[in-house]
């Protein structure tokens, strides 16, 4: 199975700042299949990136995606007090369709 | 509005059995692939599996962990997926969420989800 990696585990930053998020994949991922998420405490999901770089619906455009092969990347250029949250990357290239262990950015 | 309801969870004992609802609404549910994944209190999202439309057979697909344990169903008639849990582990124990899959031409991912019901394998 494809195997997500996130870095860094926690992203210590205060609102303003930029944020950058990295997943890497054990093997290649097609950038078509490639997700993230955010997600809140007591809340399920969010979609917010799909096909590596396109917003989903209402996602504000300080959020951008990049990346292909085995590295992608999710970018919050200004953070602001709602970012504050657990970031996941997702492939659904090959199943099973793994997730990395998430990226958990809070203020500092 | 698209709506996806999770019901079903509970206590179960180690070793038993359980299956999880998710009623569909808002969206063509015959058209859409559905997918469970899961979250162990303080833990990260697990992928359980998938159930595909008609038109790709209903193909399922599962985690490792959940293989041959798990089943992934769906009726159509009533837009309703199902997770079939056997042979239940505590380390099962967690917050199941159902997703509703869009798929086109070469790009998939899950915009919906449900609100997620939780599971607890205990004696």
């Known amino acids: 199975e494809i195997v997500l990696t996130q870095s860094p585990g926690t992203l210590s930053l205060s609102p303003g700042e930029r944020a950058t998020l990295s997943c890497r994949a054990s093997q290649s991922v097609i950038t078509n299949y490639f997700t993230w998420y955010q997600q809140k405490p007591g809340q399920a999901p969010r979609l917010l990136i799909y096909a590596t770089s396109s917003r989903a619906t209402g996602i504000p455009d300080r959020f951008s995606g990049s990346g292909s092969g085995t590295d992608f990347t999710l970018t919050i250029s200004r953070l602001e007090p709602e970012d504050f949250a657990v970031y996941y990357c997702?492939?659904?290239?090959?199943?099973?369709?793994?997730f990395g262990p998430g990226t958990k950015v809070d203020i500092k | 509005e698209v709506q996806l309801v999770e019901s079903g969870g509970g206590l179960v004992q180690p070793g038993g059995s359980l299956k999880l609802s998710c009623a569909a609404s808002?969206?063509?549910?015959?058209?859409?692939?559905m997918h469970w994944v899961r979250q162990a209190s303080g833990k990260g999202l697990e992928w359980v599996g998938r159930?595909?439309?008609?038109?790709?057979?209903?193909?399922?697909g599962y985690g490792e962990s959940v293989k041959g344990r798990f089943t992934i169903s769906r009726d159509d008639s009533t837009n309703t997926a199902y997770l079939q849990m056997n042979s239940l582990k505590p380390e099962d124990t967690a917050v199941y969420y159902c997703?509703?899959?869009?798929?086109?031409?070469?790009?998939?991912?899950?915009?919906?989800w449900g609100q997620g019901t939780l599971v607890t394998v205990s004696s």
């Open positions: 808002g969206f063509m549910f015959s058209a859409s692939s």
């Open positions: 997703g509703r899959a869009y798929c086109g031409a070469g790009f998939c991912y899950v915009d919906y």
């Open positions: 159930v595909r439309d008609k038109r790709s057979s209903y193909a399922t």
């Open positions: 997702q492939q659904f290239d090959i199943p099973p369709f793994t």
